[in-house]
Nanobody
Framework: QVQLVESGGGLVQAGGSLRLSCAAS????????MGWYRQAPGKQRELVAT???????NYADSVKGRFTISIDNAKKMVYVQMNSLKPEDTAVYYC??????????????WGQGTQVTVSS
């Protein structure tokens, strides 16, 4: 089994910053990609940013220029630095990882989520 544990959420004023962290543990052969998704009340879960083990990144248009995703392959951790936060960034943020548990099997895993609230 694979576990993803997020940390770093909280309450911040508009214009402020937060850094989310996610640690992967368990039976991990390798990690293909890691990323962050978010879900605001009454809305569908949406992509925030993803990063491959080689460092290729992908961002939602709404966060480009404000958020930066990074990965530490040795520690099996992914981070997202969130700057210039806006009230519309308020959501539960979920860590996602596409993990290879054996040389032939890979699947996505999700963390439990961490709340980010941005006050105006």
């Amino acid at each position: 089994q694979v576990q993803l544990v997020e940390s770093g959420g909280g309450l911040v004023q508009a214009g402020g910053s937060l850094r989310l962290s996610c640690a992967a543990s368990g039976t991990i052969f390798s990690i293909n990609t890691m990323g962050w998704y978010r879900q605001a009340p009454g809305k569908q879960r949406e992509l925030v940013a993803t990063i491959t083990s080689s460092g290729d990144t992908n961002y939602a248009d709404s966060v480009k220029g404000r958020f930066t995703i990074s990965i530490d392959n040795a520690k099996k951790m992914v981070y997202v630095q969130m700057n210039s936060l806006k009230p519309e960034d308020t959501a539960v943020y979920y860590c996602n990882a596409n993990v290879r548990t054996t040389s032939a099997v890979s699947r996505p895993y999700w963390g439990q989520g961490t709340q980010v609230t941005v006050s105006s």
